[in-house]
């Protein structure tokens, strides 16, 4: 069987990243896109070869009565993540959405209500962990090559040069740097963290806004201590821009990751034994493909809505957590 996805936005990611990724994603096709603009998704549809009969969409609903239709890909943004899963769960169709998976806690808990009650998958886009040479730091990691995990820093910024960015405001987003790349550095840390250290139990944070004095973060810095004991901190930024890194500390040895937090998959990895070499793989086709593999498997996806549901919880408990 082949699944027939359709896309849910014609943005940024969308457009430069998804729409291609998907291509080279065997089984799957991108099958009919929504736009709020006719001739915006008759363009991307052309552009990216939508192969359903009717593939122009700007009513969700319409969209969703294709019976031919499996699932959607939302990327639109944060704000409508909920109520686009939630409707596309109704109407039987399996969800991957761009992170972070919704603006609060109980919209992301009615997300995986939703898509539980269809029996539908929930797979949230965290394209880091497809990443060819973090997926093999994590294998040395688990191997124990830096010994019993002690700490993780990851930073990763970006510079914008106004506020105008919907994640900027309160009415499309409840984060800015914290929901554009914080989201991923938290990510990055609980996967490798998590199932050697137990879960998040601490959680202090430090937020400014003192640029634009909007309602969202502008840089954030986050500090995390895991069950175990071990620790880790990561910072994000709408203003500054610089190569991001991630970097990770054992009892034998380290990791250093120099900018492979991006959209491509490149960089370098560094331990203390030499350099770590890896493929060059697109990570975004790496994530479609696992939700297409969840699909056609039956399995849960490897980023499934409750693992969503958790970085939502603590992004929330960061701005929390600032306030005090
Ligand atoms: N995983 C990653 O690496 C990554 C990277 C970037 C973004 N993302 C995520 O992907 C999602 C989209 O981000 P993006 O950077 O692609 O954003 P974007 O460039 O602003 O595109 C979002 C699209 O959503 C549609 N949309 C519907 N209602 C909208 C509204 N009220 N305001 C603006 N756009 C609206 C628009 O398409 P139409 O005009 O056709 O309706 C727009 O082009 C976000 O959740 C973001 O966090 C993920």
């Known amino acids: 069987?082949?699944?027939?996805?359709?896309?849910?936005?014609?943005?940024?990611?969308?457009?430069?990243?998804?729409?291609?990724?998907?291509?080279?994603?065997?089984?799957?096709?991108?099958?009919?896109?929504?736009?709020?603009?006719?001739?915006?998704?008759?363009?991307?549809?052309?552009?990216?070869?939508?192969?359903?009969?009717?593939?122009?969409?700007?009513?969700?609903?319409?969209l969703l009565a294709d019976s031919d239709l499996h699932a959607v890909i939302i990327a639109a943004p944060d704000y409508l993540h909920a109520p686009h899963a939630i409707a596309a769960a109704r109407a039987g169709k399996h969800v991957f959405t761009e992170k972070p998976m919704a603006t609060g806690i109980a919209e992301g808990e009615a997300m995986v209500r939703a898509c539980d009650d269809a029996e539908v998958m929930l797979a949230v886009g965290y394209h880091l962990r497809w990443h060819a040479g973090h997926r093999k730091m994590l294998r040395l990691i688990r191997a124990g090559g830096v010994g019993d995990l002690h700490h993780m820093r990851v930073q990763w910024t970006f510079q914008v040069s106004d506020a105008r960015n919907w994640r900027a405001q309160r009415d499309t987003a409840s984060w800015w740097s914290l929901s554009g790349v914080g989201t991923h550095c938290l990510d990055l840390i609980r996967w490798v963290m998590v199932p050697a250290c137990g879960e998040v139990v601490s959680l202090a944070s430090t937020i400014s806004r003192e640029v634009w004095h909007g309602p969202n973060d502008e840089t954030a810095v986050v500090?995390?201590?895991?069950?175990?004991?071990?620790?880790?901190?990561?910072?994000?930024?709408?203003?500054?821009?610089?190569?991001?890194?991630?970097?990770?500390?054992?009892?034998?040895?380290?990791?250093?990751?120099?900018?492979?937090?991006?959209?491509?998959?490149?960089g370098s990895i560094d331990t203390h034994q030499g350099s770590l070499e890896f493929d060059v793989a697109d990570p975004y086709a790496g994530e479609i493909r696992d939700f297409v593999a969840a699909i056609e498997n039956h399995r849960k996806p490897e980023v499934d809505g409750r693992e969503g549901l958790r970085n939502v919880e603590l992004l929330a408990q960061a701005v929390a957590s600032a306030r005090t």
């Open 223 to 266: 500090a995390l201590r895991f069950a175990s004991g071990a620790t880790a901190e990561f910072c994000s930024s709408v203003l500054f821009a610089a190569p991001s890194r991630a970097e990770v500390y054992g009892s034998d040895g380290y990791i250093r990751c120099e900018d492979t937090l991006t959209r491509r998959a490149a």
């Open 1 to 62: 069987m082949t699944v027939n996805i359709a896309m849910l936005g014609t943005g940024s990611i969308a457009d430069d990243v998804l729409a291609p990724a998907l291509q080279r994603v065997a089984g799957a096709r991108l099958w009919s896109v929504l736009s709020r603009d006719r001739d915006r998704a008759r363009a991307f549809a052309q552009r990216h070869g939508a192969l359903a009969p009717a593939p122009v969409h700007d009513v969700l609903d319409t």
